[in-house]
């Protein structure tokens, strides 16, 4: 199975782009290979720039202490687990704790490294972070492994708690509701959403041999899924025969 995720709000979209930046850090970061560095300090300026906006570890703590209120009003409900339900609880306490600790904003540490910031100055021009642009960043890559791993681990410093925060916080939206399997008429289906219950993001999950993929749409009241498939000039065009698939409103 196939899963295309959308974002339903800013808070979300900006979650999700920052855990997808921390997938490609933890692919390139183990690797001794001076490329594969290079790629993971241009993933880290991204990580970096995005995390610039000064309400980045505000939003993060209210998703937090949100999650939390949620949990604890449903904790007397019928066919809650209390034991899986206070682990929860208690994950989410350390993740507030974890990024409560951090002095400053997230990645304040990467902004405000002056190697970091060179390679970030020359590296908006197109080929400006090669050896004779920056002899420094090219020194830098290669030294020992040990060496780099070591400035990863500084740099990073005050970015895994949010991360880890950020980690969990998903993992609770996408096991927030079940999926149900529905039918796209002509290759398209909408649907209109409850406004008392915000839905935080939508999954759309399709057969591996399917030769389509979605594009979605929506906002907090309705939300469109239209399928696309890539015709042989590359240009994709709207599916039109009838499609199954399994949709989850993530609520929580």
Known sequence: MIIFE????????????LEHLYERLEHFLPQDDPW????AIEVLLDVAAITARSDIKSELLKELERHIGTLNRISHQPGV????????LSNLEEAVEGVQRSSGPIGQNVREDDFLKAVAQRGSIPGGACSFD???????LIQPPEARQDRFEGWLNDIKPAIGAIQLSLSLVRTSASSRRVTAESGFFQEALDPQ?????????LDHNASIYPEISGHKNRFSIRFMQVSDTGRPAQHHEEVTFKL?????
């Not at 687990?81 to 929860?88: G, T």
């Not at 219950?197 to 999950?205: E, K, N, S």
């Not at 989850?248 to 929580?252: D, G, H, Y």
């Open 81 to 88: 687990d209390p034991n899986a339900l206070e682990q929860v």
């Open 197 to 205: 219950a915000p839905a935080q993001m939508l999954r759309v999950g």
């Open 248 to 252: 989850t409103c993530c609520v929580l």
């Open 6 to 17: 959308h974002p339903l709000n800013e808070r979300i979209r900006t979650f999700l782009r």
């Open 134 to 140: 920056l002899p420094q960043f090219h020194y830098w």
């Open 36 to 39: 594969a560095s290079r790629t």
